[in-house]
């Protein structure tokens, strides 16, 4: 069983920072990619930032690009997402996802999520 369990949320002013963490145990964590999500009230879970097994590639949502950087510590089993010059469209639940791959199969696991305000 995976368990996932993020930290580091909570109230920031516009401009400022917050650096999310997502421990991951159970299973080897350099096994899996692992993506940061986020739903604001009344709208969908979206992508916000992906990186891969070993940490050499990252992907961005359009919205967050120049501002958050997503990396992982394999030997902490722990993926972070650092959020810079937040903005108030950024406030949601922010949600650590978990990806194995095994050949044509996917298995997905979640975090319990942690709230970001973006507030004056």
């Known amino acids: 069983q995976v368990q996932l369990v993020e930290s580091g949320g909570g109230l920031v002013q516009p401009g400022g920072s917050l650096r999310l963490s997502c421990a991951v145990s159970?299973?080897?964590?350099?096994?899996?990619?692992m993506n940061w999500y986020r739903q604001a009230p009344g709208k969908e879970r979206d992508l916000v930032a992906s990186?891969?097994?070993?940490?050499?590639?990252?992907n961005y949502a359009e919205s967050v690009k120049g501002r958050f950087t997503i990396y992982r510590d394999n030997a902490k089993s722990t993926v972070y997402l650092q959020m810079n010059s937040l903005k108030a469209e950024d406030t949601a639940v922010y949600y650590c996802?978990?990806?194995?791959?095994?050949?044509?199969?996917?298995?997905?696991?979640w975090g319990q999520g942690t709230q970001v305000t973006v507030s004056s």
């Open positions: 159970g299973r080897t964590f350099d096994n899996y990619a």
């Open positions: 990186i891969d097994e070993s940490g050499s590639s990252t």
């Open positions: 996802n978990a990806v194995r791959k095994l050949a044509s199969l996917r298995y997905y696991y």
